[in-house]
T-cell receptor, first 108, second 118 residues
Framework: GIQVEQSPPDLILQEGANSTLRCNFS?????LQWFHQNPWGQLINLFY???GTKQNGRLSATTVATERYSLLYISSSQTTDSGVYFC??????????FGSGTRLQVQP | NAGVTQTPKFQVLKTGQSMTLQCAQD?????MYWYRQDPGMGLRLIYY???????DKGEVPNGYNVSRLNKREFSLRLESAAPSQTSVYFC?????????????????FGPGTRLTVT
């Protein structure tokens, strides 16, 4: 099946800093999603982005399908951005394969 | 529109006990999924149902059974719980069969069930 790798595994930022999270995947995809898992364990959909670029407020994402990677940009980070960010992908109709996540801590 | 709901939120079982985790979605989605998340890891697929009346094994199906009761509901059963099944369980749904939709494969997750087996 598809392999999904995320980097970096851990990231500590000061409030107001910008960051880039990377997701590499091993095959062409029908679906690629970014999630934020907050400290209470809830999975929040950030982006559905099998290709192209999307923006939502301070967050944006770019997927270059031909080169099999996706990037999540967080600008002007806030303490509420803390948590774990997951990238997940699948091919065909099968369910998502998750990466191991990037744990982000934003310090005031 | 509640999205994906799961019950219970928390559960503690003794080894050997059985229980059923319930999941329901109100988005008229065709496909439903059960995942587990162990500490410090991403989610792994247990079982999925591509459409009403069908179920298939995922990456970690041993020790579990599922039932797609109708289009809305998809339950996960532990027949004889083991400590290795201590985890957080997430249910998800997507509208995968309508592939002409630009967002056909986007999955939406429930709040999770935290299960401890002692």
């Amino acid at each position: 099946g598809i392999q999904v790798e995320q980097s970096p595994p851990d990231l500590i930022l000061q409030e107001g800093a910008n960051s880039t999270l990377r997701c590499n995947f091993s095959d062409s995809v029908n679906n690629l999603q970014w999630f934020h898992q907050n400290p209470w364990g809830q999975l929040i959909n950030l982006f559905y982005i099998p290709s192209g670029t999307k923006q939502n407020g301070r967050l944006s994402a770019t997927t270059v399908a031909t080169e099999r990677y996706s990037l999540l940009y967080i600008s002007s980070s806030q303490t509420t951005d803390s948590g774990v960010y997951f990238c997940a992908a699948h091919t065909g109709r099968r369910a998502l394969t998750f990466g191991s996540g990037t744990r982000l801590q934003v310090q005031p | 529109n509640a999205g994906v709901t799961q019950t219970p939120k928390f559960q503690v079982l003794k080894t050997g006990q059985s229980m059923t985790l319930q999941c329901a979605q109100d988005m008229n989605h065709n496909s439903m999924y059960w995942y587990r998340q162990d500490p410090g890891m991403g989610l792994r697929l247990i079982y999925y149902s591509a459409s009403e009346g069908t179920t298939d094994k995922g990456e970690v199906p041993n020790g579990y059974n599922v039932s797609r009761l109708n289009k809305r509901e998809f339950s996960l059963r532990l027949e004889s719980a083991a400590p290795s099944q201590t985890s957080v369980y997430f249910c998800a749904s997507s509208d995968s069969l309508r592939e002409t939709s630009a967002r056909a494969y986007e999955q939406y997750f429930g709040p999770g069930t935290r299960l401890t087996v002692t």
